[in-house]
């Protein structure tokens, strides 16, 4: 079984400064994770994704993810925030290398822009 | 990125009432996914759906809920007596072309059950 935990349910941050949105994940295998953003009313859009190649993921929207095997981590970054980032953020986990796995979510981080 | 509409965007039904959901890839896909989400709650997995089978189902996924390929290419969720706590966005994704761990999304269909 595989499951994520969202360490923050809600961010607050400034324009400009950098953010940081918590992610630990739990897998019995290998798994693959994934961040998704989902603005106000809008569906769901994924930033990026870690499949066991490099562990310091790059997205888009100048977003990236680094996996910490050690940490069971992988939180989500943008050195500097934009008003457009404001969201709801999910990150996600499967099985790597099953394929075709369905996707389990955590319970998702509402990100606020402070003008 | 492929892509995959969802129609209608909003459906609202009485209480008892069936409702049918649809999701529309633009290229031949044999894998689909559907989920929910509740207002303000996290997105569930509801069903996968492989060749005309389905191949894995959640708790959640229970008798009033089916799903099927009426004709190859629409996909369909259908909920034959809604009840309120139905009421949510519905999300239809699709496997990624260069493989199958990353899935796409449709927009949704926000289903209100009075």
Known sequence: ?115 | EPEVTQTPSHQVTQMGQEVILRCVPISNHLYFYWYRQILGQKVEFLVSFYNNEISEKSEIFDDQFSVERPDGSNFTLKIRSTKLEDSAMYFCAIPGLAGTDTQYFGPGTRLTVL
Not at chain 1, 32 to 52: A, C, D, E, I, R
Not at chain 1, 100 to 108: P, Q
């Open chain 1, 1 to 115: 079984a595989q499951s994520v935990t969202q360490l923050d349910s809600h961010v607050s941050v400034s324009e400009g400064t950098p953010v940081l949105l918590r992610c630990n994940y739990s897998s019995s295998y290998s798994p693959s994770l994934f961040w998704y953003v989902q603005h106000p009313n809008k569906g769901l859009q994924l930033l990026l994704k870690y499949t066991s190649a490099a562990t310091l993921v790059k997205g888009i929207n100048g977003f990236e993810a680094e996996f910490k095997k050690s940490e069971t981590s992988f939180h989500l970054t943008k050195p500097s925030a934009h008003m457009s980032d404001a969201a709801e953020y999910f990150c996600v986990v499967t099985l790597a290398n099953f394929g075709n796995e369905k996707l389990t979510f955590g319970t998702g981080t509402r990100l606020t822009i402070i003008p």
